[in-house]
C-alpha cells in the first residue's frame, strides 16, 4: 500500500462545478503539499499545511491530522484548471524528513 | 533568478553514455532536491541537499547515479552508463528550508536514453 493515495484518479466536471479531491496518508507528517502540474510538465506548489485550513482565491486545502486526511477543494471550476493534481506529504521525523513522498495524482478535467 | 533553473531541458543520449543536468536554486533557498518523473508515473524523489550536511541520498536507484553541490547553488546530477529506463522527466526544486517551506520546481530536463 502507498503511504500517499489520492483519489479520485481521473475527474471530469462541467465549467461552475465544485470540486474536491482527497488524499489520505499512513505516516506522521510534519506537512503536506499540494501540487498542480499542468500538461506542459511545470509542477506550481499550491498548498503546504501542517493544520487547519488555507484560502487562495478559489482554491481551498484543508487537513486533519487525526484522521491522516486532506482534501482540496476548487470552487467554480474553469477549463484552466484541468491539470494533475498532486499530494505530496514530509515525514515527521527519520533520517529523511525532508524529502517529498508523492500520491498518484488527480488527472483534472474541467469540459467548458 | 527569479525561480528555479534546469539545463539542458532536453537530452537526448545514447545508452551507455553519461549525463549531467544542472539545477540553479532560487538564491538564499538552503535546500535543494531532485525528483524524477517517468512516464505516465507519478514523482519520485532522488535526493537533497540541506546547507552544508550530507546529502540524503536515500532515493538514488543505483551506483550510476550521483548529485554534488556547490555550497548553496548550483547543483548538478550525474547519471554514468545510461539505460534506458533511465529515461523520465527529472526535476529540480529549492525551498528555503527542509522543515515547513513550500518547494519551488524547476521547468525539468526530459531525457531521453536510446
Known amino acids: 500500500k502507498n503511504e500517499v493515495e489520492q483519489s479520485p484518479q481521473n475527474l471530469t466536471a462541467q465549467e461552475g462545478e465544485f470540486i474536491t479531491i482527497n488524499c489520505s496518508y499512513s505516516?506522521?507528517?510534519?506537512?503536506l503539499h499540494w501540487l498542480q502540474q499542468h500538461p506542459g510538465g511545470g509542477i506550481v506548489s499550491l498548498f503546504m499545511l501542517s493544520s487547519g485550513k488555507k484560502k487562495h482565491g478559489r482554491l481551498i486545502a484543508t487537513i486533519n491530522i487525526q484522521e491522516k486526511h486532506s482534501s482540496l477543494h476548487i470552487t467554480a471550476s474553469h477549463p484552466r484548471d484541468s491539470a494533475v493534481y498532486i499530494c505530496a506529504v514530509q515525514r515527521a521525523g527519520g533520517t529523511s524528513y525532508g524529502k517529498l513522498t508523492f500520491g498518484q495524482g488527480t488527472i483534472l478535467t474541467v469540459h467548458p | 533568478g527569479a525561480g528555479v533553473s534546469q539545463s539542458p531541458s532536453n537530452k537526448v543520449t545514447e545508452k551507455g553514455k553519461d549525463v549531467e543536468l544542472r539545477c540553479d536554486p532560487i538564491?538564499?533557498?538552503?535546500?535543494l532536491y531532485w525528483y524524477r518523473q517517468r512516464l505516465g508515473q507519478g514523482l519520485e524523489f532522488l535526493i537533497y541537499f540541506q546547507g552544508n550536511s550530507a546529502p540524503d541520498k536515500s532515493g538514488l536507484p543505483s551506483d550510476r547515479f550521483s548529485a554534488e553541490r556547490t555550497g548553496e547553488s548550483v547543483s548538478t546530477l550525474t547519471i554514468q552508463r545510461t539505460q534506458q529506463e533511465d529515461s523520465a522527466v527529472y526535476l529540480c526544486?529549492?525551498?528555503?528550508?527542509?522543515?515547513?517551506?513550500?518547494?519551488?520546481f524547476g521547468p525539468g530536463t526530459r531525457l531521453t536514453v536510446l
Open positions: 526544486a529549492s525551498s528555503l528550508r527542509v522543515r515547513g517551506a513550500e518547494q519551488f
Open positions: 505516516v506522521g507528517i510534519s506537512a
Open positions: 538564491s538564499g533557498h538552503t535546500a
